[in-house]
């Protein structure tokens, strides 16, 4: 198995003080892995495909979001509550008045080319199906990112170093990642792509900080 010499770029822990991490400089990604809630995953299991394209709204601190378009069920509840807590964890780290959530229900890659999102900092959670996949920053030659690529994919650009390994985000586990807008970083943040959905569906929650 391939070792890089460099320090990783990512910071993994069970507890949500790990996520603070994500404000050293040389982390671009932090990781809170723990299970989901018991039973979020079989009421997801049994409604997934009737959530349509899931649901976007904007969450204050203290609230949660309204899932009543959603099948009734402790499932239900329980997700309600664990996007509450993951709204109000981005408020808090970040000092923010609100958070804009998005619940996607997602039936193949959104975004299948390694890239780095234009924001300062975003938090995902996948429910359902694969998470989301990166590389160490030791392994990628970001001159080969966006245009650079030249129509060419990923594995053939030169985006990626031959000893490179594509990491995966547990599903259930907490992430911030660093985009290219975090202050004092150029030409940084974690370069991820979402993962192939070949059977079933990927449900994905995205928050994004925002102030008035």
């Not at 899931?54 to 601190?61: D, E, F, S, V």
């Not at 160490?136 to 990626?160: I, M, N, T």
Request: glycine share 12%; net charge negative.
């Amino acid at each position: 198995m391939y070792q890089t010499l460099a320090p990783s770029c990512a910071h993994t822990g069970t507890t949500p003080f790990d996520l603070t991490e994500i404000f050293r400089d040389e982390i671009q990604l932090a990781l809170w892995q723990r299970p989901l809630p018991a039973a979020i995953g079989p009421w997801l299991a049994e409604h997934g495909p009737t959530l349509g394209r899931g649901l976007r709204q904007t969450l204050r601190p203290g609230t949660l979001p309204d899932l009543s378009a959603f099948p009734p069920g402790p499932g239900r509840d329980a997700l309600a509550q664990d996007l509450g807590l993951l709204a109000d964890m981005l408020i808090e780290l970040l000092g923010a008045d609100q958070v804009g959530l998005r619940l996607e229900v997602i039936h193949q890659a959104m975004c299948p080319r390694f890239h780095v999102d234009r924001v300062g900092l975003r938090m995902l959670c996948t429910y359902q199906g694969p998470g989301t996949e990166w590389v160490e920053d030791a392994q990628v030659d970001r001159r080969f990112l966006g245009a650079g690529h030249g129509g060419r994919p990923d594995h053939l650009s030169g985006l990626l170093h031959p000893e490179h390994q594509i990491q995966t985000i547990p599903p259930g586990t907490i992430a911030l990642l660093k985009g290219s807008l975090w202050q004092g970083q150029t030409g940084g943040g974690i370069v991820h792509r979402s993962p192939a959905v070949p059977h079933g569906l990927r449900i994905l929650a995205a928050l994004d900080a925002g102030w008035n």
